[in-house]
């Protein structure tokens, strides 16, 4: 029964258009037999039904395509001592502290500097209409740990297992200090550095873009979600060079003829949407989160040695 009811949405739309046809053709000619008619009524909503989904699929992967042209590439390995700046979706990453990314840049060597900003500021970052955050290592005086966000050492950084919690990457600071040195928290308006990550996700916090699951109605005759692209670009005398560029789509394939699945709920929702198939993930996706890896955006190793 349920098989049944979940046929309904899409046999209405087909069947409805067939009998609209079909009793326009019997007032016109009723001589002709009415299986021919029935047939015949039928030819043009079946027809339109292939002939949709074959154009659409078309133009989404010619979409997909565009998207990932201009991929190139792969996560470079930084030299040390050099200034970053993350720009990333507004609502996403640690605006204004220093998370783990943060620390390990800083605690590790890779970076001398780390500075985030939302995404939507990139054309401003010579001159934010509100001030960000650099954090860097620099001589004792004006020590601020104030925003340092407690983040935990994996066990490949501490070299052993041991018992939660494990130390915090923050208990590098000690090692520095008998350096002569510890974390600056400055305030600044230009975020130019010598290296720039962008991460775009495509964030939407009101989830307004196109998704394949949750409640509501996905109509699109293109089911491509929100794409993430990874970019770095390295700071030349003559401007920016991007390094690399990487992007992950996730879309899928229309079902012939064109079909409408109605929404489910249960312990998962799925929209009311035109079904689909092949869902595919193409380009290059974040296959799995490494603590001590920038999630495929650089190659240099970031753990924080020497911890307890």
Same mark, same amino acid.
Request: with cysteine; glycine share 6%.
């Given at each position: ?14 069947? =409805?258009?067939?009998? %609209?046809?079909?009793? @326009?053709? $019997?007032? +016109?000619?009723?001589?002709? *037999?009415? !299986? ?113 966000? =407690?983040?935990?050492? %994996?066990?490949?950084? @501490?070299? $052993?297992? +041991?018992?939660?919690?494990? *130390?915090? !990457? ?139």
């Amino acid at each position: 029964m349920a098989w049944l009811i979940a046929l309904m949405p899409g046999a209405w739309i087909y069947f =409805t258009q067939t009998l %609209t046809i079909y009793t @326009i053709l $019997r007032r +016109v000619s009723g001589r002709t *037999p009415r !299986l021919a008619m029935f047939a015949a009524a039928a030819t043009l909503p079946l027809a339109v039904g292939f002939g949709i989904p074959l154009w659409a699929n078309a133009v989404t992967e010619q979409r997909v395509q565009a998207l990932i042209a201009q991929d190139h590439g792969a996560p470079p390995t930084l030299p040390a001592n050099l200034s970053v700046t993350h720009a990333i979706d507004r609502g996403l990453g640690s605006s204004g502290k220093c998370w783990d990314i943060c620390q390990r840049l800083l605690f590790s060597r890779t970076a001398k500097s780390f500075i985030e900003v939302p995404l939507d500021m990139l054309s401003k970052q010579a001159s934010l209409p509100t001030s960000a955050r650099r954090f860097s290592l620099g001589p004792i005086g004006g020590c601020n740990n104030a925003r340092l966000q =407690t983040t935990y050492a %994996t066990p490949a950084e @501490i070299g $052993r297992e +041991v018992p939660p919690p494990p *130390p915090p !990457l923050s208990d590098k600071l000690e090692d520095f200090a008998r350096e002569g040195l510890c974390l600056h928290d400055d305030e600044v308006r230009d975020a130019r550095s010598d290296v720039l990550i962008v991460e775009r996700w495509n964030y939407d916090p009101a989830l307004r873009g196109f998704r394949f699951d949750g409640e509501g109605w996905r109509l699109s005759l293109h089911p491509i979600a929100p794409f993430k692209r990874r970019e770095v670009f390295r700071r030349t005398p003559s401007g920016l060079v991007r390094l690399m560029r990487r992007t992950e789509v996730r879309y899928a394939r229309l079902a012939e003829p064109l079909w409408l699945s109605p929404g489910f709920s249960f312990n998962t929702a799925s929209p009311t949407h035109w079904a689909w198939r092949d869902q595919r993930v193409v380009g290059s996706p974040v296959e799995s989160f490494q603590p001590t890896e920038w999630n495929g955006l650089i190659a240099n190793d970031l753990a924080v040695r020497g911890l307890r």
